[in-house]
């Protein structure tokens, strides 16, 4: 090692020469590997605050379109003018296909608002969901209605029937061809009802002495008791 003199009052004495000093290794830090780092998990913060609004944007937009859909389902089959729950009897059955059609339009138009394929393929798998649930409920309506004003209609051929054969006492073909029209009404009535031969023998009896009574009461009122009493 090199040495200088060094001077300390009279006396001179060798010293070791200062340590030159180096500067320190280069380090990934100093290279700037932070600043990467630092930029890298910024970008994966932005990149996860993106998915997380998406994320707000679409469960906002499926909450949208669940309330719109039970909107539009219940104006279209509950509304007490134009609802097709509403229409009674064979009204009923003609407001099935207008009532899918208008479905398709208004939610057609719901469709414009999704803004992403999820929101898209959301909406597409709750409209596929409602539209069948309305078929069902306008089914099981159209179904009991036109049941409901078959009966009806049934009663009331057979019932008029009735009254004709009385009134027709005096005519026994026409007494006998009502008695005709009753056996077809409810012959008919049995085989689309599927009620069997029991129900019908039952029912043609129970016609049979309806309008025998009917006869026997319009005599009565003529004054053909003896002729009552005779039938």
Do not use: C
């Not at 100093?30 to 910024?42: E, F, N, R």
């Not at 605050?49 to 039970?70: H, L, N, P, Y």
């Not at 719901?110 to 539209?131: F, I, N, P």
């Amino acid at each position: 090692m090199a040495t200088t003199p060094r001077y300390d009052r009279q006396q001179v004495e060798q010293a070791a020469m200062p340590g030159v000093r180096l500067t320190a290794a280069a380090t990934p830090e100093s290279m700037g590997a932070g600043v990467g780092a630092g930029l890298a998990q910024m970008g994966h913060d932005i990149t996860r605050v993106q998915i997380e609004e998406k994320q707000k944007a679409d469960a906002a937009a499926q909450t949208r379109f669940i309330s719109e859909m039970s909107r539009v389902e219940t104006d279209l089959l509950d509304n007490p003018q134009t609802g097709a729950l509403n229409k009674k009897g064979h009204a009923a059955g003609p407001a099935y296909e207008p009532t899918l059609k208008a479905f398709d339009q208004r939610v057609g138009e719901l469709a414009k608002q999704a803004t992403s394929d999820e929101q898209r393929q959301g909406l597409e798998r709750m409209v596929a969901t409602t539209r069948a649930q309305i078929d069902r409920r306008l089914a099981r309506h159209i179904s009991g209605e036109i049941q409901s004003a078959t009966d009806q209609d049934t009663k009331a051929a057979a019932a008029s029937s009735v009254d004709l054969a009385g009134r027709n006492w005096q005519d026994p073909q026409r007494v006998d061809e009502e008695m005709g029209k009753q056996a077809a009404i409810y012959i008919a009535y049995s085989e689309s009802h599927g009620l069997g031969a029991d129900w019908l023998n039952r029912t043609l009896a129970t016609s049979r002495s309806a309008t025998r009574t009917s006869v026997i009461e319009q005599m009565i009122a003529s004054g053909r008791g003896a002729d009552a009493q005779a039938y």
